[in-house]
Each structure stands twice: as C-alpha cells, then as structure tokens.
C-alpha cells in the first residue's frame, strides 16, 4: 500500500507544483510581502471555506474544494519557504530559484509521511475527509498559537511541522476525493 501513497503523493504534489508554476509566471512572488502569521491566516481561509462548504452541502462560487485543498498545499509550502530565506531575501524571486526549494519542502514532507504512514499504518485512508478538514483547522489553529507565542514552544513541534502535517493531510482529502 505505501507505494501506492507515494505514486499518490508523487501526482498531487505534481499537479500543485505545476498550478505554483503558473501563478507565479502570472503573478511573480506578491505572496513574500506576506509575514508568516498572514500567510496562517490565508490558509484558514482556505480550509474554513471547505468545512462552511462540506456543512452547508452547497456553495455559490464556483471554485470546488480539491482547489481549496490544492491552496492549502501551494501556501504552506510558501510558508516553509519564507522560513528557508534570509529576511534581507529580495521580494521577487525567478521561479528557477525557487523550484529547488519546493522540491526540497516536498520532498522532505514526503518523508515525514512516509514515517507517520509506517507508524499509523495509514489510518488516514479510514478517515472521513471531513475528519481531514477540522484537523487541518486544528493545526491551523495551534500555529496561529505558536505564532501568537513568537515561535517558543514549550513541548510541541514549531510552525514548519504543523505546515508538512497540513500539507500531507490535504494530499490525502485529494487522494480521497479521487483528485488523481
């Protein structure tokens, strides 16, 4: 079963990357002029959207929720790549530069799925995609409290783990509702 996750994980990243690709010829890098906690926020957006939209049953933009999740990917990765540069990084920055770093962030959350599916045996396949939305919610949340903290953190993981999580957890609402 893991290889058939990682072929999974291989496809959505894949068509993610292809969509941050496109965005940024379009809209070059606008996205860094955002501070990390703008960034948090952007993503809730973005998956208070899906749960409003899974409760309700209906929607009125047309925009349906693999695009949200999509979202939920393409700016956490932004967000771990915020994390990676200097604070004196220029605010457009060629996407030759940065595909290197989303491959990395990619990569590197692909292994931290690749131990937690090993651990939990994927219990995600299990899991209502509902379920998936309110943890992303909740990881959301915890950042926006890391982030209200400066970043200390008493036990827990900091910002970056809670962005893989929600980046893993959003390949799987799309690995489940068929995405590839």
Known sequence: M???????YTQVIKAC???????TK??????????????????YIKAQRIRSIQE????????????????????CIMAVIQT??????????????????????????LN????????????????RVSSITDIIL????RTKQIEDNNGRTLISEGVVANYQDMINYSVFAL???GFV
């Open 26 to 43: 379009d809209y070059g890098t606008a996205w860094r002029i955002l501070r990390l906690p703008s960034i948090t926020d952007q993503i």
């Open 17 to 23: 990357k292809d969509i941050f690709e496109k965005k």
């Open 84 to 109: 990676k540069l200097e604070s004196n990084t220029e605010l457009e920055i060629e996407y030759s530069k940065l595909e290197p770093l989303y491959d990395e962030i990619a990569e590197d959350t």
């Open 56 to 75: 309700k049953g209906t929607q009125k933009v047309d925009e349906g929720i693999s695009g949200e999740f999509v979202a939920i990917i393409n700016y």
């Open 138 to 141: 909740m990881k959301l949340l």
């Open 112 to 127: 931290l799925l690749k131990n937690k599916n090993h651990d939990y045996g994927e219990a995600w396949r299990e899991m």
């Open 2 to 8: 893991e290889e058939t996750t990682i072929g999974e």
């Open 175 to 177: 690995i489940k509702m």
